[in-house]
């Protein structure tokens, strides 16, 4: 397939899942979930991302040994945008919880809701197994919804800190998703364009996308799965037709 036909149908998926629309966001936004809600919802968000250097040491490892032309730079930005400077991507979500009267020890023990051991487990088990390439794959649409002027982080930011008073300090976390995570997108988004220019690797890279989508709408349903004690799940918009097979 033309690779940029190939990005087009990658876009086709992300627009069944919108992340701007999930209910998390949505509640935030239309000041739908209590400050409290938020807080046990935000307790899952951290479980989840508690376990990014595991996928991204995964992913670069695997990067080190493929030697693709630029990939492995791009996935060391990633990491080194998580675990460099003085707070860890972890320290900085634990800002929102710590402000929100939880203790390290009982964010650490927290019981993880279907929706995030769902999210967790896809996440980490596809970046073991799979290639970085797959790995970033997996990323790319879900950063690129997640990130910019327009996104899902940039969307609930100002709620949280002008409806529901938490300070910068604790919605650290959102900013830079709304900064950062429309780069890393786009970057790893031109990455799919030259690398996955065959149909076995566009195969590959098709699974992998669809695996991020999903993955990540079952985080967000964590979320209010710990807020409404619901184990209920968001389907999105109709599926889009699922290419390159019989």
């Known amino acids: 397939m033309n690779v940029d ?3 087009a149908e990658l876009w086709s998926y992300a627009r069944t899942f919108p992340m ?6 949505q509640g935030i936004a239309e000041h739908r979930w209590t400050r409290e809600q938020i807080i046990l919802g935000e307790v899952q968000h ?16 695997h990067a080190a040994e493929e030697r693709i032309p630029g990939l492995s730079e791009a996935v060391l930005e990633n990491y080194m945008e998580e675990l ?16 929100g009267g939880i ?11 279907p929706g995030t051991l769902a999210a967790i ?7 073991q197994r799979r290639s970085a390439l797959e790995g970033v794959a997996m990323l790319a649409l879900v950063e690129s919804q997640h990130g910019g002027p327009d996104g899902a982080a940039a969307l609930v930011y100002p709620e949280l800190i002008g409806h529901y008073g938490f300070s910068e300090h604790a ?3 959102y900013r830079i998703h709304a900064e950062q995570d429309v780069g890393h997108g786009a970057r790893q988004i031109e990455l799919l364009r030259a690398h996955a220019t065959d ?3 566009q195969r590959r890279v098709r699974h992998a996308v669809r695996l991020g989508l999903n993955a990540w709408n079952l985080e967000w349903d964590g979320h209010v799965q710990a807020m409404t004690g619901k184990r209920e799940y968001w389907a999105g918009h109709s599926p889009a037709p699922i290419k390159g097979t019989s």
Not at 20 to 25: G, I, L, N, Q
Not at 92 to 99: A, G, K, V
């Open 5 to 7: 036909d190939f990005i």
């Open 20 to 25: 701007r629309e999930h209910p998390w966001f």
């Open 46 to 61: 951290f479980l989840r991302v508690r376990e990014n250097p595991v996928y991204f040491g995964y992913i670069a490892a």
């Open 84 to 99: 460099a400077g003085p707070k860890s991507h972890v320290d900085i979500m634990f800002q929102f919880l710590e402000e």
């Open 103 to 113: 203790s390290r020890e009982a964010a650490d023990t927290a019981e993880a809701t």
């Open 121 to 127: 487990e896809m996440i980490l088990g596809h970046c």
């Open 171 to 173: 919605a650290e976390t």
């Open 199 to 201: 149909e076995a690797t």
